[in-house]
């Protein structure tokens, strides 16, 4: 089988190419102010009411003042850039070239492209002060549980985590609960870093709640890894 080259290559050669993404990004996003993080699916079509969902809640967002971040994909993404550009908010693409993700979206005001997911995640993480996952696969789950672990272990300033569908996530927290919370795996603490939501309305009242408790505003930069 064929390997694209870029996907063995050490990690000491990945390095240059990672902390020009970093800093490219840094400088691009520096002043877009609070931003909120949007992961879900790139396989969910505009049909789905998922795909309504995220673009509802990306419009609200952008009306309260934040700038939405996606990944630049189709679906879920794509949903929650067009939702923030057609209501003339700051919409942020972080593109990668992947099989589902051949092309960018077009409703992006920023767009920024990466090789590697590593800078490409820790973009999201560095310029964001609350995440909403949608429903999604491997690489929504794995952006979630990132943030998740960030901030259990203070790496990460905590903000705002949270999932909508709850008919989608409702095996999985179950399992959450029954599985690791009982072994000690984790702690109710931790279950307490997330929430679910359907309502687009109380997600961005959440929001606009923690960014006003927390002296948030659009003349101050994002929050930052620790």
Same mark, same amino acid.
Request: proline content about 6%.
């Given at each position: &089988? %064929?390997?694209?080259p870029n996907l063995i290559l050490p990690a000491v050669q990945q390095a240059p190419v990672i902390m020009s993404e970093l800093i490219t990004?840094?400088?691009?996003?520096?002043?877009?102010?609070? @931003?909120v993080s949007v992961f879900g699916s790139a396989r969910i079509n505009s049909s789905s009411p998922y795909y309504a969902l995220s673009q509802?809640?990306?419009?609200?967002?952008?009306? @309260?003042?934040? *700038?939405?971040?996606?990944?630049?994909?189709p679906g879920i993404m794509e949903a929650a850039n067009k939702g923030a550009f057609e209501a003339n908010g700051t919409s942020v693409g972080?593109?990668?070239?992947?099989?589902?993700?051949?092309? %960018? %979206?077009? $409703?992006?005001?920023?767009?920024?492209?990466?090789? $590697?997911?590593?800078?490409?995640? +820790?973009?999201? !993480?560095?310029?964001? &002060? @609350? $995440?909403?996952?949608?429903?999604?696969? !491997?690489?929504?789950?794995?952006?979630?549980?990132? @943030?998740? +672990?960030?901030?259990?272990?203070?790496?990460?300033?905590?903000?705002?985590?949270?999932? #909508?569908?709850?008919? !989608?996530?409702?095996?999985?927290?179950?399992?959450? /609960?029954?599985?690791?919370?009982? +072994?000690? &795996?984790?702690?109710? *603490?931790?279950?307490?870093? !997330?929430?679910?939501?359907?309502?687009?309305? /109380?997600?961005? %009242? #959440?929001?606009?709640?923690?960014?006003?408790?927390?002296?948030?505003?659009?003349?101050?930069?994002?929050?930052?890894?620790?």
């Amino acid at each position: &089988m %064929n390997q694209d080259p870029n996907l063995i290559l050490p990690a000491v050669q990945q390095a240059p190419v990672i902390m020009s993404e970093l800093i490219t990004a840094a400088d691009a996003l520096s002043h877009i102010g609070p @931003a909120v993080s949007v992961f879900g699916s790139a396989r969910i079509n505009s049909s789905s009411p998922y795909y309504a969902l995220s673009q509802d809640v990306g419009a609200r967002l952008a009306q @309260a003042g934040f *700038a939405v971040i996606a990944g630049g994909g189709p679906g879920i993404m794509e949903a929650a850039n067009k939702g923030a550009f057609e209501a003339n908010g700051t919409s942020v693409g972080l593109n990668i070239k992947l099989p589902s993700e051949k092309k %960018n %979206n077009p $409703y992006q005001t920023v767009s920024l492209s990466f090789e $590697y997911f590593n800078s490409r995640k +820790t973009t999201f !993480f560095m310029h964001s &002060m @609350a $995440y909403v996952a949608l429903p999604g696969g !491997f690489g929504t789950l794995d952006e979630l549980f990132e @943030a998740l +672990t960030l901030i259990q272990t203070g790496k990460l300033a905590k903000g705002p985590v949270i999932l #909508m569908g709850s008919h !989608f996530w409702q095996g999985l927290i179950e399992w959450v /609960k029954a599985e690791l919370l009982p +072994t000690d &795996m984790i702690t109710q *603490a931790h279950l307490d870093l !997330f929430c679910v939501e359907d309502d687009p309305v /109380k997600v961005v %009242n #959440m929001i606009e709640s923690f960014s006003s408790k927390h002296l948030i505003d659009a003349n101050r930069p994002s929050s930052l890894p620790k």
